[in-house]
């Protein structure tokens, strides 16, 4: 659990605008660097823990500090997720299942890119191999 006290991290406006604006939005071609900066502007910003487990939700058992620092993930999940959404264009947007978490939400969209690229490289290898047959049969005919 994040041990910090959130409060704590009192940031200006212009210092979150300033890690928000450095978050390059997510189209595509730019997943690799996008995850990166979206992993930094929520480390700067103090919420990069909710990208470790999840707790569990409090019962009627927990202590009041348990429930609080349930309280502070929850908030910072949000906040992360606002964060993240914000950052991906509308086409890509509409290709991710929703979450209301953000380590999952993450893995999602990183599933989509994996599954995405290796789709693309096996597009890549058969038109490399269309060219070299191409290539060879030419020159036989020469």
């Given amino acids: 659990m994040h041990s910090g006290n959130m409060a704590s991290a009192v940031l ?11 978050i390059e939005t997510l189209t595509g071609n730019n ?23 999840q707790p569990s939700k409090p019962t ?24 993240i959404k914000r950052s991906i264009s509308d086409s890509i947007m509409g290709a991710i299942p929703d979450s209301d978490n953000a380590k999952q939400f993450l893995g999602a969209i990183g599933q989509k890119f994996v599954e ?5 490289t096996g597009d890549l290898m058969d038109r490399l191999m269309s060219m070299k047959y191409d290539v060879f049969l030419a020159s036989l005919i020469s």
């Fill in 31 to 53: 997943y690799v660097r996008w995850k990166r900066d979206v992993e930094i502007a929520l480390g700067l910003l103090g919420l990069d823990f909710v990208l470790e487990d």
């Fill in 12 to 22: 200006s406006t212009s210092s979150i605008s300033s890690q928000l604006s450095a």
């Fill in 60 to 83: 009627d058992k927990s202590t009041a500090e348990y429930v609080a620092e349930y309280q502070e993930w929850d908030r910072a999940n949000r906040l992360c997720l606002k964060i």
């Fill in 116 to 120: 995405s690229d290796k789709a693309e």
